[in-house]
C-alpha cells in the first residue's frame, strides 16, 4: 500500500531525512500566504524561541541582533522593546537551555537522582552544542538555574550531606558534565574513525618509548578495545565517592 503523503512527511521528520527549510524558502513560502494576513506579534517568547534555533543551527558566535531581527522579519530597533541586548538574550536562552533538564526531587534515593540529572543534563548539552560554555562562564540567575541548582542542594542535603559538602558535590558531578560534554563536541574522530585513526598514528607512538600506549593503540586497530570514552563510569566513581563522604560524616 502506498504511504499516504502526510505520514510520509511526518516519518520523514521524525527519522532526520528532512532537513529544515532555509530563510529562501520560508520568504518563498511566505509569498504564497494571504497578503492580508496580519504577521503575528512581536514578543519576548518569539524573541528567544528565534534567538535559541539561531544559536542551535549556528552557534552562538554567529547570534547577532541583526540576524536575529531578519530572522523574524522585523527591524532590530524593535527588538528592544523586549529584551535589553545580546547578552540579555544569551542569558535567557541558557536559562531556557537548563529549564529542559530533570531537576532531582529532594527526599529520595539520592544517587539515582543525580544519575538521572547528569544523564539529562548531558542530553540537553548534546541538543544545544553552544550552550556549555555560557554555563560554565556566565553568572546564570535565570528562575530556571535557580530553581535546578537549589533542588540540587535539597537532593544532596536531605540525604544527609552538610550544606558545605552538598555544594562540593553537585560541583564535581557538573564538572565532569560540562568537561565530558565539551570533549564529547570537540573530539576530532567520531567512534567510526577510532580505529584507522589509531593506524595512523601508531607510527608516533614507539613501542619502546610508549609500551603502554602502543599496545592500547593495538588494542583499538584489532578492535579488542572501542576506544569510546564512557560518561557513565565516570559518573559512577564520582556518586560512589560521594557516598563514601556521606557515610565519614
Request: aromatic share 8%; charged share 25%; proline share 5%.
Amino acid at each position: 500500500m502506498l504511504m499516504d503523503k502526510a505520514r510520509k512527511h511526518a516519518l520523514l521528520l521524525e527519522s532526520g531525512l528532512m532537513t529544515r527549510r532555509t530563510n529562501q524558502q520560508k520568504d518563498e513560502m511566505a509569498k504564497t500566504i494571504d497578503p492580508d494576513t496580519p504577521p503575528l506579534p512581536l514578543s519576548r517568547d518569539r524573541v528567544l524561541g528565534a534567538a535559541l534555533r539561531l544559536a542551535d543551527e549556528g552557534g552562538i558566535e554567529s547570534l547577532s541582533m541583526r540576524k536575529l531581527a531578519q530572522d523574524l522579519g522585523v527591524k532590530a530597533m524593535s527588538l528592544y522593546n523586549h529584551v535589553a541586548n545580546k547578552d540579555d538574550i544569551i542569558d535567557r536562552i541558557v536559562d531556557i537551555v537548563v529549564s529542559e533538564i530533570e531537576v532531582p526531587v529532594p527526599g529520595g534515593d539520592w544517587k539515582t537522582a543525580m544519575r538521572w540529572r547528569a544523564i539529562s543534563a548531558r542530553a540537553t548539552l548534546l541538543r544545544h552544542p553552544w550552550a556549555t560554555m555560557p554555563i560554565v562562564s556566565r553568572v546564570n540567575v535565570g528562575p530556571a538555574m535557580l530553581r535546578y541548582v537549589d533542588a540540587t542542594l535539597g537532593c544532596f542535603y536531605e540525604a544527609g550531606f552538610s550544606l558545605e559538602m552538598a555544594d562540593r558535590a553537585w560541583n564535581a558531578i557538573d564538572s565532569h558534565i560540562y568537561g565530558f560534554t565539551l570533549q564529547e563536541l570537540n573530539f576530532p574522530f567520531e567512534a567510526a574513525e577510532y580505529s584507522e585513526a589509531a593506524k595512523n598514528g601508531l607510527s608516533l607512538i614507539p613501542a619502546d618509548k610508549y609500551p603502554y600506549l602502543n599496545q592500547l593503540t593495538h588494542y583499538v586497530m584489532e578492535g579488542r578495545y572501542d576506544g569510546l570514552h564512557d560518561f557513565e563510569f565516570g559518573l559512577e566513581l564520582i556518586l560512589d565517592g560521594l557516598d563514601r563522604f556521606r557515610d565519614n560524616a
